[in-house]
């Protein structure tokens, strides 16, 4: 019996072949033709996948480069800050004035833009560092700004640095 099962599926493997040789050149051509065609959108689809990948990973290259670059001016704004609070005749106020306007003309049109706090609100750790706590004074509520110590900076949803402030505990 099992001979004959042997032989049964030699006759099929035969008949296969056979089958495979009698396809006529066109059939032959057809098959191949479709068979380039089912590798060419496989590979086109890896290719446009790869370059929108690239795309998305050079965008961020740049934005990540555009906030490292800002964040190492931003010194120099808090300079010019200190500068103005200490100046003293109103000819070198205005013209220190007239610098940070630029400068935060500059920063608005790489998309940073200051996060505003003022002394009293509510402190909020998503944008804020404590640096320094002070005890409540007279009608004072604690986990407030007690002072802004250097101003901080978004670009878009991130922050870029932090407001580091004093807060009442």
């Given at each position: 019996m099992a001979k004959k099962e042997e032989n049964t599926k030699k006759e099929q493997a035969e008949e296969t072949e056979e089958e495979v040789k009698e396809l006529s050149p066109l059939e032959k051509a057809e098959a191949l033709a479709e068979d380039y065609k089912r590798k060419w959108y496989s590979v086109s689809a890896e290719y446009d996948n790869y370059r929108k990948r690239n795309a998305a990973a050079v965008s961020k290259a740049y934005a990540d480069g555009a906030s490292e670059a800002v964040l190492k001016l931003l010194p120099v704004a808090d300079n010019f800050g200190y500068a103005l609070d200490s100046a003293s005749?109103?000819?070198?106020?205005?013209?220190?004035?007239?610098?940070?306007?630029?400068?935060?003309?500059?920063?608005?049109?790489?998309?940073?833009?200051?996060?505003?706090?003022?002394?009293g609100d509510a402190?909020?750790?998503?944008?804020?560092?404590?640096?320094?706590?002070?005890?409540?004074?007279?009608?004072?509520?604690?986990?407030?700004?007690?002072?802004?110590?250097?101003?901080?900076?978004?670009?878009?949803?991130?922050?870029?640095?932090?407001?580091?402030?004093?807060v009442t505990v």
């Open positions: 005749d109103e000819k070198t106020k205005a013209g220190i004035d007239k610098v940070i306007k630029s400068f935060n003309t500059v920063l608005l049109s790489l998309g940073v833009e200051e996060i505003e706090i003022q002394p402190f909020d750790e998503s944008v804020m560092e404590a640096v320094m706590n002070s005890p409540c004074e007279d009608g004072e509520q604690a986990n407030t700004v007690k002072f802004v110590l250097k101003k901080g900076y978004r670009q878009g949803d991130r922050v870029i640095r932090f407001a580091q402030v004093s």
